[in-house]
């Protein structure tokens, strides 16, 4: 335990945050985070000083802090080194530069150094897939593009003791990779009409606009956006207004064009919230930042402030009397599931991420119990080039179905990773081709959450009657071992699940020991077709029986690796039997052990047993 004289400031610190954020108990998590900037990690004297100032539990402080895989009840290195374990990372050999780290530094992943100096391990993604193998550093700043050089010159740091501010700054330089732009990539357009003459047309005539254009929601279920917001316009606002909340938790491994946007257009992003205000009546806006952008949170926080002068935040915005419209700027703590819009909301009232049980839905009651809107990034800014341009416009591009274009972030095995945009109805064969994807036997379309599409199939279309994706390609060539593929997605779906269902909590984890069971047994003859049949049961159970949609997507990378690349798992089932995963008498060693038996193997049957 800390001493008084060290608990001091920590405490200090937890007063800052508190004063910061109003004491208002829904902002826990930004509480939480804010001190443990300055203290490292959460002791319990803190969370109970926390617990004591917003009049909540310490047991429910304490939970809150324990789901967020960025916030630490127990102390951390003060320089916490995260490896991105992104699939495209690992194949751009990022475990064996975290196994060289951690040897020059002397310590094991997740371990902390004796003298307390930094800790290294690993975060599911960083959203910087297109320049890794990457590094996220005290939840503050990144390092892209790591090689053994990198490493080698990391470890000195380290061991010197130099601060993460004071090494190179090209190690922290993230680009946009913008391969291909159309529409939203190229800018809002030069001239009239402006944000103030928007805000001046009525809500209805808003609108009506936004249903004219087909535009549906970028996050991946595909919502239709006009319909959304007319659902929320119409729902009863007491007690209190309408809110808007752009999800901008883009934690679904391999996606990073959302970076991009917030990056190079953070002012048509912030503009389709607030026309998105008007057109409900919203007088709250909250954007929520995945905690792996870092170096975002101060570009947003200058942009915010740069409108509020300009009277584009604020009363009566744009010169519109009696339309108040601010937005505040939250900051996730590394929980994949938080990107489900109920989850999201959860987070940002101060609560553990668990999706809601619907309905009632977030159009109805949504952040502190008032009707939301919860779009997403590339949605807003689709809404301000919209706006601007007229719906029809925007339908004319893509397909009937599938209006407007899209976003892709594309990487793994191609010359060219990045972010390209192409009209909605672009067969997956173009994007491959642009990106120079010449030796590919396969594309996970949409993040492990989405499609393993095999190369026989590239000639369909990203679109939402055909491959709808969340802009998310990751590109695997024919020397990739799709089965090892699917495990490690198998694994992160299991890491990421919040708990709260059976079917997730429990199925996740027995297809993550299935498959590593039959990893282990390729070649040594354990691996059977039993071990394939209950690998699909569970994909049953789960696409059926869970509470959201993380566990209803869990198993898609299982499901279509069997089905397009069955070979690559029957390489493993060389076993005429079922061969059992569990030893038995090992299990029962300790018993014996506490008794005094010495009679291994006394279980099993013998010659005279009946």
Not at 247 to 258: L, S, V, Y
Not at 328 to 347: D, F, R
Request: glycine share 10%; proline share 7%; net charge neutral.
């Amino acid at each position: 335990m800390h001493a008084s004289a060290d608990l001091a400031p920590m405490l200090a610190a937890a007063d800052a945050a508190l004063a910061c954020w109003g004491r208002a108990p829904h902002a826990l998590l930004q509480v939480l985070r804010d001190t443990q900037a300055e203290t490292g990690w959460l002791p319990p004297p803190v969370l109970a000083h926390i617990a004591r100032a917003l009049g909540r539990t310490l047991a429910d402080v304490r939970g809150v802090a324990s789901f967020y895989r960025f916030l630490h009840l127990e102390p951390v290195g003060r320089v916490r080194v995260l490896f991105s374990d992104n699939v495209t990372d690992r194949m751009a050999g990022s475990e064996a530069l975290l196994q060289r780290l951690c040897g020059l530094l002397g310590v094991a992943p997740g371990e902390v150094d004796p003298l307390g100096r930094f800790s290294v391990d690993r975060c599911s993604c960083t959203g910087l897939g297109d320049q890794g193998p990457a590094l996220l550093v005290n939840h503050r700043q990144v390092v892209t593009r790591l090689d053994a050089a990198r490493v080698e010159a990391l470890a000195q740091l380290l061991l010197a003791g130099v601060p993460p501010e004071d090494w190179p700054a090209e190690w922290a330089h993230v680009e946009d990779q913008v391969r291909r732009a159309d529409v939203l990539l190229q800018g809002l357009p030069d001239g009239p009409p402006g944000l103030p003459e928007l805000l001046a047309r009525s809500p209805q005539e808003l609108l009506r606009e936004v249903e004219r254009s087909g535009l549906r929601g970028r996050g991946g279920a595909g919502f239709p956006t006009g319909r959304k917001w007319r659902l929320c316009a119409g729902a009863p606002a007491e007690p209190g207004g309408r809110v808007v909340v752009c999800n901008a938790d883009e934690g679904e491994p391999g996606t990073f064009k959302d970076r991009v946007l917030l990056r190079a257009h953070a002012d048509a992003v912030l503009d389709g919230m607030t026309l998105a205000a008007r057109a409900i009546g919203a007088d709250t806006g909250l954007l929520y930042l995945r905690g792996e952008y870092p170096f975002l949170v101060a570009p947003l926080q200058a942009a915010l402030a740069r409108r509020r002068a300009a009277g584009l935040l604020g009363r009566d915005v744009a010169g519109v009397r009696g339309f108040h419209f601010d937005i505040t700027l939250h900051v996730g703590a590394g929980a994949y599931v938080c990107g489900e819009e109920s989850a999201l909301l959860e987070s940002l009232e101060g609560r553990r991420g668990v999706p809601r049980i619907r309905p009632p839905f977030p159009v109805e009651r949504g952040y502190l119990g008032r009707p939301t809107v919860v779009n997403n990034v590339e949605t807003f800014v689709a809404v301000a080039h919209i706006l601007r341009r007229g719906g029809a416009w925007w339908a004319t591009i893509g397909t009937p179905q599938s209006t407007g274009t899209k976003v892709h972030s594309i990487s793994g095995d191609c010359a060219r990773p990045g972010v390209y945009e192409y009209p909605l109805g672009t067969p997956l064969a173009c994007m491959l081709a642009d990106c120079g994807a010449d030796e590919a036997q396969a594309v996970q379309v949409g993040g492990p959450a989405g499609r393993c599409v095999p190369a026989s199939q590239f000639h369909r279309a990203i679109a939402f009657e055909d491959l709808p994706s969340v802009g998310a390609l990751m590109v695997f060539d024919r020397s990739r071992d799709l089965f090892e593929v699917a495990r490690h997605f198998a694994r992160f779906f299991a890491h990421e699940s919040c708990g709260l269902c059976t079917p997730c909590r429990v199925g996740t984890e027995l297809v993550v020991r299935r498959l590593d069971k039959l990893a282990q047994a390729h070649g040594a003859g354990r691996g059977s077709a039993l071990d394939l049949q209950r690998l699909r049961e569970l994909d049953a159970v789960l696409h059926g029986g869970t509470h959201c949609g993380l566990g209803m997507s869990a198993c898609n990378p299982l499901r279509d690796t069997l089905a397009y690349f069955e070979p690559t798992y029957q390489r493993r089932v060389n076993a005429a039997e079922f061969q059992p995963d569990l030893d038995l008498d090992a299990l029962l060693e300790p018993a014996r052990r506490a008794t005094g038996r010495r009679d291994p193997r006394a279980h099993l049957p013998t010659e005279f047993d009946a």
